[in-house]
Structure formats: C-alpha cells, structure tokens
C-alpha cells in the first residue's frame, strides 16, 4: 500500500490515465475513472475499478471542470487525485483545492507549481541554483520599449515568450526590431487569451539548438536525477520522437547537466517526478535551461526502459508520504530507448485530424517493445481531445540497434482505418540525418518543407 493513499482518482483520459490505473493496481490502490459523455467506452474506463461521468464532451466542463472532478472525488471516497498530464496537471489552483479538502495531489504543492509553472520566477530560480540560463529579460518585458531594449542589447534574433505558457506554446521569433514590434501585440494577445496572463518576457533565440531534458524524482528533501532524454525532433514545437539518453551529448555536459537539474529541484524544494527541460546550443557546446514542467511527461516511458524505474509508482509513493525510495548511486542508465508518437493525423495532409472507429489494431511485440495507448479494436476516437493514440516505445543496448528494432516494430504495427502518423515514423527511422543523431529542433519542419526530403511511404510498402 502507497502510505495514505487507498483509493485514487484519475482526474484525466486516454493512455496516461491507463498508465497511472496500472501503477496504481501493481500498489493495490482502488481506482477511480472521471469521464465525459462520450468517454464511458475509453479503454481507461474498462480498467478502473470504479467509473464517474463528470460533463459533456468539451474539456471546459468536464476534465477542466474543478468542481465536478472534486465532487466526483467526494462521490467515490477516494483519498488522492493524480492529474496526468495536460488539462489540470499544470494548475497551482487545483492542486490547492484539492489538499484544502483533505486529499492528496498527486504532483508538488500549488505554490510550487505556480512558481515553476511561471517561466519568468522559474528563470529566476534557475539563476539562483547557479543554473545557466538563456541570455534575455530579467524578467517581465513592460511593454514595447522594454522589450526592444533588451532585444538590441543581447541581438536578434530574440524569442518572445508567454510568462505563463507551456507545451511548446506561446512562443514567436522575430530577426529583427520591425518584426519584434509587430510581434509584441500580438503575442500579448495571444498570451491573454491561451493563458489568461498576457506577460512577456524576451530571450535569444538560438538558431542551432537540441532539446534536452532531465527527469527528476524529489521528495521535497532530496532529489535525484533519471538521466536526460533528447526531444529534438519537433514540429511546431510539440515533440513528435523522444530517446533516451541524448545522442551525441558529450559525458561531461551530461554529467554536468543532470548535476543542475538536481541542485535546481533541491533549490525549490520540489516533490514528486519533474522534468527541466534546455536548449543545448550545438555550435557553443552550452545547454541553458529554458522551463520546468511540474508533471509527467508523456514520454516517461524511454526514462523507465534506460533505469528500469516505474516513475508514476514512485509519484504515487512519493505523494502517500515515502522519501525517495533509491539514491542517485543506485540508478544506472542501461542501453537505448526510443519512443514515437502514434497521432490520428495525416502526415500527407498537413497533419489533418483524422478521428474514427479502430477497426484493426494489430500491436507489435518482442523483446524491447513497448506500446502504451489507450485504444482497441472497436474504439470510437472522439475529436474533442488530443489526436494521440499510443506511443510506441523500443529499448536495445545501443541506439543502432534501437533504430532497427524501432523500424521493425513500426512494420508489425497496424491502426486501421488509418492515417496515422506511423507513415512519418516508417520514414523518419530509414532518415540518414536521424540515424546519424544530425538533429536540431528546426530540422523536423524543415524537413517536411522541402519536399525532395519527404518519403512519406505507406507502412505496407
């Protein structure tokens, strides 16, 4: 049993709420599926031990909905909400309310969360665990001239951020002070209306980057690290292909990496599983850290098949009251994971949406194959989410040999009717750049763009 926590409500869907009722179970902690309307026949519902519908379809009054979700935790007698990720994960309100009536969340403190959650304190907090950080503002940019002032004093071209965003989003480039003008206004615009928060702040854009990131597990006492993931491979700023550990990073930029992330967490008295994420600057051999996500990220999973941890168990533990079950010595990276992104879209259509009925789900198996997902065969995709249907995970002991089994389990895998995004991972894994690990996070779209580079080949070709 995790400490306190006897019963636990999933306040999310999809393959991350199937995710965290397995770990929940191997603890033998009861489970309590919040679902919408049309969510009754998701895979998540027929695994938890207890199902409460909370709303109609849109998220806005169901999985974002406070109030139904606490009473649907009232409802059932459980004693702790765990937030996956996206909707509620990132909500320093929510996981306020939820400790002020008693329960358990699942994730660090409401302060915390806002803190870390606040791109501008988390640069701060950076600087302040001695943590480099991407030259830029201080912090909030006060309008226009603020922000042209620091622009012309550390050089275009600058990346224009939301304060508060995340997941990619809220971000603009502009090379030069007309473009920065025309970009200010309309990015406070956009800020107020994706975030509620319409605060800049301003950082050098790095035209040659990889993007990294650290996992970590804290106990607000001590953290440790999971080694580093690399997620480079990114269209429109959303991660499409994750591996761990980061190919080509030199040992003792890892080593000195993972080091930060660690004094960073510890410096913010962090608990439960947190991922730092930074720019590692190609040309100048320099990482800077750019944001912390206060949540799982969806690609755990090459995390746990390098160390052989179950990250959501020890969130679980962690937030039941257990210190950290292991030290930074007992945990060994091993081998090579990878992990793609498996979306309801078209790749040959601009990555339109393409929901429906699974009629075939044909699932690749073997040693090192690993499929998460949240779909089966006669599953309705509903299109009011997130377009993700699984997430195929593949480990070997060298990152070639990963390569190859990736490309083989991509050839077993079948989701019909289709598209799927399985045609851009069939392609992607044969890229010579890719195999190579000659990756930057602009490669991916500039690769899509320039169409003598696209082999988008069916998976039966």
């Known amino acids: 049993m995790a400490g306190k926590i006897t019963k636990l409500l999933i306040a999310n869907r999809g393959e991350i709420a199937v995710r965290i009722i397995r770990a929940a179970r191997d603890l033998g902690i009861r489970t309590v599926q919040v679902v919408s309307t049309v969510d009754h026949d998701m895979l998540a519902a027929r695994l938890a031990d207890e199902v409460i ?13 406070m ?7 009232v409802e059932s007698g459980a004693d702790a909400i765990h937030p996956g990720y996206g909707f509620l994960s990132e909500s320093g309100e929510f996981a306020r309310r939820v400790e002020d009536m008693g329960l358990i969340f699942c994730g660090p403190d409401g302060d915390t969360i806002e803190r870390m959650g606040d791109k501008v304190n988390a640069r701060r907090a950076a600087m302040a665990a001695n943590v480099p950080v991407v030259p830029g503002s201080e912090g909030r940019v006060a309008g226009l001239e603020a922000a042209i002032a620091v622009a012309e004093e550390i050089g275009y ?75 480079s491979l990114q269209r429109r700023r959303q991660k499409v292909w994750e591996e761990a550990p980061a190919a080509m990073l030199p040992a003792d930029i890892r ?18 599983a947190g991922t730092l994420e930074y720019l590692y600057d190609i040309d100048r051999k320099a990482f800077y ?7 799982i990220q969806v690609e755990h999973p090459v995390t746990e098949m390098i160390t052989g941890v179950d990250l959501l168990r020890e969130m679980i533990l962690i937030a039941g009251g257990s210190p950290l079950s292991f030290t930074q010595e007992q945990i060994q990276c091993r081998g090579h994971a990878i992990e793609v992104r498996l979306n309801a879209e078209d790749p040959a259509r601009n990555f339109f949406p393409a ?35 699984g997430k195929l995970i593949v480990w070997d002991m060298t990152r070639e040999r990963a390569l190859d089994r990736l490309a083989g389990a991509l050839s077993e895998l079948a989701i019909d009717p289709g598209p799927t995004t399985v045609s851009l991972h069939s392609a992607l894994v044969r890229n010579p750049d890719v195999r190579a690990g000659d990756v930057s996070t602009n490669w991916l779209e500039d690769w899509l763009e320039d169409g003598s580079k696209i082999e988008l080949v069916p998976k039966s070709a």
């Open 53 to 65: 519908e909370i709303g109609p379809a849109p998220a806005p009054q169901s999985y974002l909905n």
């Open 67 to 73: 109030d139904r979700i606490l009473a649907a935790a």
């Open 157 to 231: 071209p600058v990346m224009v951020k939301a304060a508060a965003g995340g997941g990619g989003r809220g971000i603009r480039v502009a090379q030069n002070r007309e473009e920065l003008e025309k970009t200010i206004p309309a990015a406070m615009t956009e800020a107020r209306a994706g975030f509620g928060d319409d605060g800049l702040y301003i950082e050098a854009f790095i035209p040659r980057a990889r993007h990294i990131e650290v996992q970590i597990l804290a106990d607000g006492n001590s953290a440790v690290h999971l080694f580093e993931r690399e997620c």
């Open 255 to 272: 080593e000195e990496l993972c080091a930060s992330a660690v004094r960073l967490a510890e410096q913010v008295g962090y608990r439960g």
């Open 289 to 295: 850290f750019i944001e912390m996500n206060t949540r």
């Open 355 to 389: 929901p429906g009925v699974v009629e075939t789900l044909k699932v690749p198996g073997g040693p090192g194959v690993r499929f998460d997902t949240g779909i089966y065969e006669g599953y309705g995709i509903p299109p009011y989410y997130d377009s993700l249907l």
